[in-house]
Each structure stands twice: as structure tokens, then as C-alpha cells.
């Protein structure tokens, strides 16, 4: 009996120990916190594969304003709904290439926009996609799949027909091992590193996101890093007494960065509203090459980081310009989660079974020869 019960012992060490290194939590894990200026300097690199991970609703314009200030160059922007942010960072000279399923540009004839004089200049090069098959690729790459099955209406139109720097690998035609048909599919998208902003994370970047999800979640889990913005960091125990509302788990963030009004002039929801008089200004600004540099210059350039973006902004505005902004309260209703189970670990840290806390399982594994780096 004895060995019996030392053999399941060791054998739930097991698991638990290969849960803990997939990123299992337990009390103690790592404070990933840190400001927007070291956040980027440390995880965008020049010429990476850069995913914009906000969808329509909202963007990470703080992290966004971060990358051009420190002039981050020779970027592959992914972007499923380019406004402010794309125009930005083409403006700003750091994106040679762009995926996008559109970028929103306001005026008619006589509007313009950094998107649209990059294309007639030649400096940017773009690829083109329906929504349904920009998603297909963040999903694939999500899930570690190598290309997703897209819908065949696409071929008759120019999403299909024109291509540019990804060329053949844009869309291919595969034969289905099932039926023996074509079938239409595109690549997976594995970007090197996602900047995403959410209403609150943890220290150790449990992220949460409410509201039009869009493919928020995907853009995130498809990349390789992922730099997370908050309107506020909370305690882990808002986390786990909410779990349905973490989108990016803590073991897949790389950065963590608190920032009220992050997302300004772009709305979060449950925060503040879309700022129409500094989105105004900006589409103005955005239809000359001039205009938009002199708003980079005071907005961007200008203003070291968020806090003093939103002091000049109430300096020049008004303080109740941004106060008037802020969101009325909505709740949903509460979920029960009641459950005798609620962690494997106590408050100490200890595995609530065997007593032990993982620094000692670790030793007890290594005498065992069962723990191998």
C-alpha cells in the first residue's frame, strides 16, 4: 500500500509539474509590469512581424505612439481595422508592409491619408483581404495549424487576382485529402509580437476584454510576443472571480503596462466614449503630408508618454472635454462560480494534496530522477 501511494504521489507530481511549465498559475507567478517606453524597447524590434491586436472597437494608441517615438523601422503591420493607429505608423516612416482587410480614410475626393501617399509614393507595399480570410489566418496560427480552408467566392474577385509581396503564398489552391476537390486556402499568421490594449490585466498579465471581441483573442494567441496595455491593473483575485472575461492567459504575455486613457482618442468600452473633436482633428491633419506631421509633432512626438498626452490634451481642450467622455455604468449580471474546487494551491503556495509548494516538488522530483532541464 505504501508504495502504492508513493507511486501516485510521484505521479501527481508529474502532472502537476508539466501543468506548472505549460503555464499552469499558482500564487507567486512573475510581475510582468512595466512602462509603454520599456515595454516596446524590449519586445518590437526593427523589421518584425507587427499584429495591431485591437479590432474596430478601440485601439492600443499608447503603445502605438511608442513605437514611432522610438522610430522603430521596416515593420510588417498587421491590421484588421486600420484607423488611427496604421495612418500613424506609416506616417511615422516604421512600416515598409501592411495586411489589412481595410484602413478608414474620411473626405471623398479631397481626402487623402499616409496609407493612400505611401501606395502612390512606392514606399508601402499592402496585401489585401476579405475579414473571414484575415481571421482564417490568425486562427490557424492560433492553433498551430499551418493554412485554414477559406471560401472559394473570393477568386473571382481582385483579393484574389492581385497580389504583392506575399505572391503565390497569399492564396493557394490545394486538392482536399477527403473529397478530392480544389479547395481555397491561406497561410497561417505568426507574427512576431502583438500590442493589444484591454480594460484591466494582472501583474501577471491575465488580460480581460469585454465587449466586440472581434479577433481580438486571436491576434494575441497567434503571435510569439505579446505586449498588453491596461486601462487598470487589478488583483488576481478579480481575475479568478471573472475568469470568462480573460481572453490572454498570463503565461503567454510577455509585458504588462497600466495605462488609463490608453486607447484615447478610440473608445473603451465601460471606460470612456470615441473622442469625435480629437478624431476630427486628426482626420483633417491626416489629409496632407504637412498636416499630419505637425499633429505627430505636438500629439506624439510631443508628449514623452500617456500622461502627458491627456495633461496637454486638458490643457488644450478642457478638462471637461475629457471627463465628458467617460463611460455611464452598464453592468451585466453576476455568474455563479460556486465550486468546492477552486485552485490546486492554498494561500502559501503549498499543493493543496501532498503540502508542498513547487520549489519542493522540484527537489523531490530531482532525487527521484524524475525532473530532467
Request: glycine share 10%; proline share 2%.
Amino acid at each position: 500500500m505504501v508504495d502504492f501511494a508513493l507511486t501516485l504521489s510521484v505521479l501527481g507530481l508529474i502532472m502537476i509539474y508539466s501543468y506548472l511549465k505549460r503555464g499552469g498559475i499558482m500564487p507567486g507567478k512573475k510581475n510582468k509590469v512595466m512602462d509603454a517606453k520599456e515595454a516596446i524597447s524590449m519586445f518590437v524590434h526593427d523589421g518584425d512581424h507587427l499584429i495591431i491586436g485591437n479590432y474596430t472597437v478601440g485601439s492600443c494608441m499608447e503603445l502605438v505612439f511608442e513605437v514611432i517615438r522610438q522610430q522603430k523601422k521596416g515593420l510588417t503591420v498587421y491590421s484588421q481595422s486600420g484607423v488611427i493607429d496604421v495612418d500613424l505608423l506609416v506616417g511615422g516612416g516604421c512600416v515598409d508592409r501592411l495586411v489589412t482587410t481595410y484602413v478608414f480614410r474620411a473626405g471623398g475626393k479631397n481626402g487623402g491619408s499616409a496609407v493612400e501617399r505611401a501606395l502612390q509614393e512606392g514606399t508601402l507595399q499592402i496585401e489585401d483581404y476579405t475579414n473571414f480570410d484575415y481571421n482564417a489566418r490568425l486562427v490557424a496560427g492560433m492553433h498551430g495549424f499551418t493554412f485554414m480552408q477559406v471560401l472559394e467566392g473570393v477568386m473571382v474577385t481582385d483579393l484574389f487576382k492581385k497580389r504583392s509581396f506575399m505572391g503565390e503564398d497569399k492564396y493557394r489552391v490545394i486538392k482536399c485529402p477527403y473529397t478530392g476537390k480544389d479547395v481555397l486556402t491561406v497561410p497561417a499568421a505568426n507574427p512576431d509580437v502583438c500590442i493589444v490594449h484591454v480594460q484591466r490585466a494582472d501583474r501577471e498579465g491575465n488580460a480581460q476584454y469585454w465587449g466586440a471581441l472581434g479577433s481580438v483573442a486571436a491576434a494575441a494567441l497567434c503571435s510569439k510576443r505579446i505586449v498588453v496595455s491596461c486601462e487598470e491593473i487589478v488583483e488576481h483575485d478579480v481575475i479568478q472571480s471573472s475568469p470568462h472575461l480573460t481572453i490572454i492567459p498570463a503565461y503567454r504575455v510577455d509585458a504588462v503596462v497600466e495605462e488609463p486613457w490608453g486607447a484615447h482618442p478610440t473608445e473603451v468600452l465601460g471606460y470612456y466614449n470615441l473622442d469625435r473633436l480629437m478624431y476630427g482633428t486628426f482626420i483633417m491633419a491626416d489629409m496632407t503630408g504637412d498636416g499630419l506631421k505637425a499633429w505627430m509633432d505636438e500629439w506624439v512626438y510631443g508628449c514623452k508618454d500617456r500622461e502627458a498626452y491627456i495633461r496637454h490634451y486638458a490643457e488644450k481642450f478642457g478638462a471637461d472635454s475629457l471627463t465628458g467622455l467617460r463611460a455611464k455604468s452598464y453592468f451585466s449580471a453576476p455568474a455563479n462560480y460556486g465550486s468546492a474546487f477552486t485552485s490546486m494551491w492554498d494561500e502559501y503556495g503549498r499543493e493543496r494534496n501532498m503540502g508542498v509548494t513547487l520549489e519542493e516538488m522540484e527537489k523531490i522530483m530531482k532525487e527521484r530522477g524524475l525532473l530532467y532541464e
